[in-house]
């Protein structure tokens, strides 16, 4: 499976944005760009995913290159609530049983 | 989103004895579930895939007679730890998704809220 990069942490202030960027420069034609996060002691839950296209959806944007080759999450304005680690992860368009592999992510502090 | 519970949230139990751990999707019906552990401060680790009616498969170095997996109906996969020990102490976290035959890189898995078991 191709592999993502993210920085293992990232600061932000509350009520600003946040870009939260991920490297994959091996992506292949078919894999889509998935975003989860994770709350401290919680599971994961899902953020948002995309192909080719920037998306948009009431949690986040995702802005993606060109080539295809690296990604942004876009948190318009953080909050508190924001603060967790978040995933970037690729699945192939014929996911093989679904299943997700998650890598180191980066960890999201939001500072009051 | 569909929600997913997990039942204990929390366990404390003795070395050598066995814990089960439930998985419910309880509002949509779960064909594929997944069973994760985590360790402090580090990611989650993919154990094992469960399908509805057949057997789980297990991912590479993870021992299925230690980690028993039953997916009997469409919204209840359960995780039993057996002869726990101290090193089995983790967060075990589980996720459900109906996937698609064709398409499935496009589908969504709800996690559950994770269970945290502390073996002494």
């Known amino acids: 499976d191709a592999k993502t990069t993210q920085p293992n942490s990232m600061e932000s202030n509350e009520e600003e944005p946040v870009h939260l960027p991920c490297n994959h420069s091996t992506i292949s034609g078919t894999d889509y760009i998935h975003w989860y996060r994770q709350l401290p002691s919680q599971g994961p839950e899902y953020v948002i995913h995309g192909l080719t296209s920037n998306v948009n959806n009431r949690m986040a944007s995702l802005a993606i290159a060109e080539d295809r080759k690296s990604s942004t999450l876009i948190l318009h304005r953080a909050t508190l609530r924001d603060a967790a680690v978040y995933y970037c992860?690729?699945?192939?368009?014929?996911?093989?049983?679904?299943?997700?592999?998650f890598g180191q992510g980066t960890e999201l502090s939001v500072k009051p | 989103g569909a929600v997913v519970s997990q039942h204990p949230s929390w366990v404390i139990c003795k070395s050598g004895t066995s814990v089960k751990i439930e998985c419910r999707s309880l509002d949509f019906q779960a064909t594929t579930m997944f069973w994760y552990r985590q360790f402090p401060k580090q990611s989650l680790m993919l154990m094992a895939t469960?399908?509805?009616?057949?057997?789980?498969?297990?991912e590479q170095g993870v021992e299925k007679d230690k980690f028993l997996i039953n997916h009997a109906s469409l919204t209840l996969s359960t995780l039993t730890v057996t002869s726990a020990h101290p090193e089995d102490s983790s967060f075990y976290i589980c996720?459900?998704?109906?996937?698609?035959?064709?398409?499935?890189?496009?589908?969504?898995?709800?996690f559950g809220p994770g269970t945290r078991l502390t073996v002494l």
């Open positions: 992860i690729l699945r192939p368009y014929y996911n093989q049983g679904g299943k997700l592999i």
């Open positions: 469960s399908n509805e009616g057949s057997k789980a498969t297990y």
């Open positions: 996720s459900a998704t109906s996937p698609r035959r064709v398409g499935g890189g496009t589908d969504t898995q709800y």
